[in-house]
Every structure is written in C-alpha cells, then in structure tokens.
C-alpha cells in the first residue's frame, strides 16, 4: 500500500511541475486583530504573543494545497507590529510551544522580535510551554530572560535536512528516472538520484554552516556560557527545564505569571507611576472571546498535508531548525 502512495505523491508532483494541475488564486485573509484583555485593570500593558506549532514562513494550506490563512512569520510581525503602535504596551512575553521549523522562518522571526526591541526598547521575556526546541530555542535568543515550565523540553540546537532516495525501489520495478541536468550538482536531494560523496559533502558544507549561524545567535544572547561548554551543549541534544537551567541555558522556571513577574522586574520595563496591576493582553483574529493563557488557535490540517507528513514527503527540500 506504501509504494502506491509514493507513486501517487510522485504522479501529483510531476503534475505540477508540468502545470497539469490547476491552483484557483485565492485572496489571502487579511490581519484584523481583536484584543482581548486577560486580566489586570492598570492603564498599562503586556502583550503575550504565543508561537505554536511548527515555524514556517508558508501559509497553512486548505484542500490541494490552496492558501486559507497568512502565515505563522507575517501573524507575527503584524502583532509586533500593532504593539509597537501601542504606547501603552510596556513589554512582550513570548510564548513559545514548538519544535522549530524553517531555517529561514526562524531567523525572521528572531530579527522581527530584535527589531521590536530596538524601536520601542520595551523588554521580552520568553515563556517555554511543553517544547521549544531548535527553531523555537532560536527564537527566543531575542528575550532579555527565559522562563521554562518545570515539564518544558528545550535545546536541540542544530540543523537538519532530511528526504527520501526511492532510486533503487524504482528501478525494481521497472521504472527510471529520466531528469536532465546542466551539471552533476543540480540535482542534489533528489529521490531519483545517487548520492555521491561530492553531494554529501556539499549538502553537509551547507547544514554546518547554517549550524555555526545558530551557534553565533546563542553564544551572542547567553553571554554567561563559555565557548567549549556551549559547543559541547550545542550538539543537537534535548534538555528538561531542570538540566538546561543548570547548563545556562534558561534563566528561571516557572509558569507563565512567573514571567509576567520577571518581566516587570526588569531594569528597562518601563511602567507608569502607580501601575502595578498591568493588563495582559493578546491579539486574536477570530471573534471567540480569549479568556486565559492557554487558549490556542488551532489551524485545521488539510488531508493532503496530513498523508505528505505520515509519508515523509516534501514539495521541496527544506534546511530545518527543527527538533523530530
């Protein structure tokens, strides 16, 4: 049954390539936020801005792939956006539940969220709910303080890129590749193809490169870690609260008032004269009223997405700050 799906992804994506397949062009939803006021009665703010799920600069996709939502990088700028607007938001807490993603995803929204810091000099501390690993630990380099739930896995700071090579399977059953090349590198990752040691190596230059890029971020942000300590912790291994709290790399653990509570510590939290009960707020597309912390937005998996990840499969090769 498994050879047949394969078939059948490879069929669909030749398909596309071939424009044999037709996308209706869908307008994209456009960003109208509601605030909503968690608690607190102060005239002051605090935005909890949450980053869920697996980071991505994609929109996530309805039936056949079509676009139904704007993506999880533009949400956020746009939510950064709308606060830095706000003279009354006096710092961000970041909640962060996810085990990273896209390479590309992750480094934008770290800019955005040190970008936010440089035009409003408000602090951000970071709140780790059940994961923030890879991409998610990437993230919140740009938080003055971490906080980690006691429960909270973290780390797997490394890069990794993975995909399937059915060349052999093929061949067995009498099917061949016939993809044509301008140069022996060009189809690198390719399913179809061997992989020589030349690809391997070039494939390898790349993730250690991106590698030493996510390295520089973090020793950048957690100044207190020696260089051969965090090479040794940087190796793509995975941390409980308590052991990352010990290597240096989270600062507190707590719950998510525990860092509305650092947050309002800190030397450049700026907080009105007489405003000790600040509001903490969040930003929400949908009109369903958000009442606490823990309320999610979820965004429906199409059947398409959900087949392609049971199978591993990918519409391309994607460098990943991704803990799996």
Sequence with gaps: MKIWSVLFFILFESCIAFNQVKFLDLPEKSLDFNEYVLYGTDRDKILLLSVEGVITE??????????VEDSMVARVKEELNKASLDPLI????LKVNSPGGGVTASDILYRE????KRKTNNPIVAIFMDTAASGGYY????????VAHPTSVTGSIGVIVSGLNVKEGLEKIGIKDQTFVSGNNKNLLSPFAEMTPEKKKIIQSI?????ERFYRIVKKNRFNLQDSKLRQLADGRIFTAEQALAEGLIDKIGYTEDAIKTLMELPNYRKSLGNENPRIVVYALSRKPVK???QTQAIPESFIDSVSKKLNLH??????YLWQ
Excluded at 139 to 146: E, F, G, L, T, V
Excluded at 207 to 211: A, G, H, K, S
């Design 292 to 294: 606490n912390f823990y």
């Design 139 to 146: 993230i919140s380099m740009a938080a003055d303080s971490i």
């Design 113 to 116: 969220l040190m970008e936010y």
């Design 90 to 93: 006096k710092g961000i807490v």
């Design 315 to 320: 519409s391309s090769i994607k460098f990943l």
């Design 207 to 211: 993730v250690d490169n991106l590698y």
């Design 58 to 67: 994609s929109s996530p996709s309805g039936p056949f792939g079509i676009g």
